[in-house]
């Protein structure tokens, strides 16, 4: 009787091992269209949004990336005058 145990034992674990390994496919059959259809979206809002940048930046004449650019600080000549009452 133990070793009718050991077989049922046996032909459980493999029965649960081959059900783990289909249900594993199947999650990756299902999962990797979904990732793959997320990620084509994606870039193709990029690009959309990478062309409607440039188009509404060249109507303009600057760059792309112009208004991105750090000014440079305009230089004022004053003189100070301190005043010190002591």
């Given at each position: 009787m133990n070793r009718l145990?050991?077989?049922?034992?046996w032909?459980?674990?493999g029965a649960t091992g081959l059900f783990v390994i289909m249900f594993s496919l199947y999650v990756a059959s299902v999962l990797i269209p979904v990732l793959l259809?997320?990620?084509?979206?994606s870039g193709l809002a990029n690009l959309i949004m990478y062309v409607y940048g440039k188009r509404k930046s060249s109507g303009r004449g600057k760059g792309f990336l112009a208004s991105t650019r750090k000014k440079r600080p305009e230089i004022i000549d004053v003189e100070y005058e301190i005043i010190d009452d002591k």
């Open positions: 145990n050991d077989i049922f034992l032909v459980f674990a259809v997320v990620m084509a979206v």
